[in-house]
């Protein structure tokens, strides 16, 4: 079964921080996402891969950052976190459009 | 500009009740659209999904109804019960560009026993 796990579950940061979100996955899914859902938005895209060594924009990225050292780690980082980063990231894993393994998601607020 | 769009917002139906949670999109190359369903403090999972080459979907209690023309579609949740309470996204992705896809706002049901 697909497994997408997240690291940290919550983060209190501050405003001007550095923040590193990690994502690891099982599968070995070649395309990994790094999205951000915030209430009335949904799900937006902020960065994705295609393997290891890759990284693309998304439809939101701007103030990340994202990094793929090997097929099985995606992390999203966040080199001056400011307040309007607060909410909720999830990261996926899937080897083609059918389907998307999210994992359980992190809590980021800065402060 | 939003590009998927879901409505209601909210929906609160009864158990036994059939809930209808509609979706509308702007890209004509839009080809395949899945639809996920998130319960609290959990990501997003795969419900159901459908090609643009078909006009209905069944799994279970679960049907996607989709019109090409008018650009629109929508999960009917047949016999609803309180376990079916979530929040629903409607999602659509075309052929090219890398799989991505793109995620309307959501529907949020409560389903009341």
């Known amino acids: 079964e697909a497994a997408v796990t997240q690291s940290p579950r919550n983060k209190v940061a501050v405003t001007g921080g550095k923040v590193t979100l990690s994502c690891n996955q099982t599968n070995n899914h070649n395309n990994m996402y790094w999205y951000r859902q915030d209430t009335g938005h949904g799900l937006r895209l902020i960065h994705y891969s295609y393997g290891a060594g890759s990284t693309e924009k998304g439809d939101i990225p701007d103030g990340y950052k994202a990094s793929r050292p090997s097929q099985e780690n995606f992390s999203l980082i966040l080199e001056l976190a400011t307040p309007s980063q607060t909410s909720v990231y999830f990261c996926a894993s899937g080897d083609a459009r059918d389907e998307q393994y999210f994992g359980p998601g992190t809590r980021l607020t800065v402060l | 500009q939003q590009q998927v769009r879901q409505s209601p917002q909210s929906l609160t139906v009864w158990e036994g009740e059939t809930a209808i949670l509609n979706c509308s999109y702007e890209?004509?190359?839009?080809?395949?659209f899945p639809w996920y369903q998130q319960f609290p403090g959990e990501g997003p999972a795969l419900l159901i999904s459908?090609?643009?080459?078909?006009d209905k979907k069944e799994d279970g209690r679960f049907t996607i109804f989709f019109n090409k023309r008018e650009k629109k579609l929508s999960l009917h949740i047949a016999d609803s019960q309180p376990g079916d309470s979530a929040t629903y996204f409607c999602a659509a992705s075309e052929g090219t560009g890398g799989y991505k896809v793109v995620f309307g706002s959501g529907t949020r049901l409560l389903v009341s026993p």
């Open positions: 459908i090609l643009s080459v078909s």
């Open positions: 890209n004509s190359a839009f080809d395949y």
